[in-house]
């Protein structure tokens, strides 16, 4: 069965550093979206992806981050430099587009889990 | 702003039955999605309403009334492996939008 994958799945960074967090999304969804977990939070929207261009982006998602599709099957989330707060798990996911009333449900990677030192 | 309520934990036996409310006011409504997470895992997909009424799928059901902004997922038959979160989430708008989850039901069935 078709997943998404992520790597790496644990990053350890220091203060001030820049990460790059990497998605493979499943070969034939559309949409391409990127949350975190803060350790015992709830899941938190950062941003969406469609056709090469963001199409949604929440309040957390400030000039610090970006996103790319590099090429074909990669999709990356960059923070240029991180802070202590921005540790938590980022889980990566992908849906296809589907018709009015049907269920076009977000399909999450395993996560990475970055710790900022 | 966006509201999703839902009880911080639960407790259940094994083969016993259990529902878990999910209430929610967003600025916008496109279907609400239930997501089940093991401690350290990614949410994975349970069950999906956008339409009044009830969705069955095996032990699992899923039950939506938008003029309440109310739903709940109730587990039939429950199985050690079923101790985990649920996640509530209301996607507001149409393909490709954001879903705005809920902090999630803890779950801890026992024996």
């Known amino acids: 069965e078709p997943e998404v994958t992520q790597t790496p799945s644990h990053q350890v960074t220091q203060m001030g550093q820049e990460v790059i967090l990497r998605c493979v999304p499943i070969s034939n969804h559309l949409y391409f979206y990127w949350y975190r977990q803060i350790l015992g939070q709830k899941v938190e929207f950062l941003v969406s992806?469609?056709?090469?261009?963001?199409?949604?982006k929440s309040e957390i998602f400030d000039d610090q981050f970006s996103v790319e599709r590099p090429d074909g099957s990669n999709f990356t989330l960059k923070i240029r430099s991180t802070k202590l707060e921005d540790s938590a798990m980022y889980f990566c996911a992908s849906s296809v587009r589907s018709r009015a009333g049907v269920s076009d449900e977000q399909f999450f990677g395993p996560g990475t889990r970055l710790t900022v030192l | 702003g966006q509201n999703i309520d839902q009880p911080t934990e639960m407790t259940a036996t094994e083969g016993a039955i259990v529902q878990i409310n999910c209430t929610y006011q967003?600025?916008?409504?496109?279907?609400l999605f239930w997501y089940q997470q093991h401690a350290g895992e990614a949410p994975t997909f349970l069950s999906y309403?956008?339409?009044?009424g009830l969705e069955e799928k095996g032990r699992f059901s899923s039950f939506l009334s938008r003029s309440k902004g109310y739903s709940y997922l109730l587990l039939k038959e429950l199985q050690m492996k079923d101790s985990a979160s649920y996640l509530c989430a209301v996607k507001k708008g149409q393909a490709g939008t954001a879903l705005i989850f809920g902090k999630g039901t803890t779950l801890s069935v026992s024996s």
């Open positions: 967003t600025s916008g409504f496109n279907g």
């Open positions: 992806f469609y056709n090469n261009e963001i199409s949604e």
């Open positions: 309403n956008v339409l009044d």
